[in-house]
Structures are given as C-alpha cells and as structure tokens.
C-alpha cells in the first residue's frame, strides 16, 4: 500500500507540474530504451545481441551535439563518411553503422521508427555489429538520438 502511495504522489508530482512522462525520462533511461529495445529486436530475430561500447557512447556524445545544433538529421561534415571512418578506426573496429532519430517521445518510440525503416532497420540487425553507442539529448523541445553500431 505503502508503494501505491509513492508512485500515486509521483504521478500527481508530474502531471501538477504540467510535465508530460516523456519530458520527466531522463537522458540515461533514454539512452537504456534504445539499447535494451535495439537488443530486444535483434535476440527475436536470432541475431546476437551488441554490448555498449565506452569507445562508441565517447563518439555518440559529441556527435548529437552537433546533430541538434544544426537542428536536422542529414547532411553535415561531422557525420560524414569520412567521420564514420574515423570513428570506427579509433575505436578498434572494421564495420560501423549509424542511425539517427528526432522527435520521439520515448527510446521504445525511436527503435520502433528505426524498425519501420528500411535503411535504420538494416543496421539495427546486421549481423556484423557486435557493439553499440547511443546518445540522446532534448533540445528545443524534442528529444534526438545517435546510436553507433560497429563490429570487427
């Protein structure tokens, strides 16, 4: 009972403040959706799950700085090829993969788009990457996400 009371004051705590559930989530339980959730999708298609990668979440963290600074998801010298590149040399890697998001109320939500994309859904599952990175940050109201994947 003691319990119900806490989550009951929690809730009211939220919704008094005006504050929806996907602007209460922190940046780190986002980041954890995506991780778990990418995982999730990968194990129910037989494909080996990735384990987070310190090297990839270094990268992933300067790289959505500079997504939501130029406030769109394509077309940037930082996220070029040749960054990729780098990325993955620097971290010790042979393949890398890079999907980005915008604009989800969750990090369920985010892998759930990548899942309806042919493109994202493609490196969520390919069976090369056995590493991940992922970043996400809210910035002018939206949340946006960089997840790495990369393998040897």
């Known amino acids: ?8 004051c ?4 939220v919704v008094g403040l005006g504050i929806s559930p996907a602007q209460a989530i922190s940046t780190d339980n986002w980041e954890k959706q ?4 990418s995982n999730k999708e990968r194990k129910e298609r037989g494909i080996k799950v ?3 990668s310190a ?12 997504v939501y600074a130029d406030g769109k998801l394509t077309g940037s010298d930082h ?9 993955m040399t620097k971290c ?10 915008m604009g989800q109320t969750s990090g369920y939500e985010t892998v759930t788009d990548w899942m309806n ?21 809210k910035h002018g109201g939206r949340w946006w996400t960089v997840q790495l994947l990369a393998g040897k």
């Open 34 to 37: 995506v991780f778990s959730q």
């Open 92 to 101: 010790g890697y042979t393949t890398i993969g890079e999907n980005l998001a």
């Open 79 to 87: 996220r070029g090829v040749a960054s990729l590149i780098k990325v």
């Open 55 to 66: 090297c990839l979440d270094k990268y992933t963290k300067s790289w959505i700085s500079n």
């Open 117 to 137: 994309s042919p493109g994202h859904r493609a490196n969520l599952l390919n069976k090369k990457y056995s590493v991940m990175g992922v970043a996400a940050v």
């Open 10 to 13: 929690a809730v009211a705590l």
């Open 1 to 8: 009972m003691r319990n119900l009371r806490i989550i009951t």
């Open 50 to 52: 990735t384990a987070r």
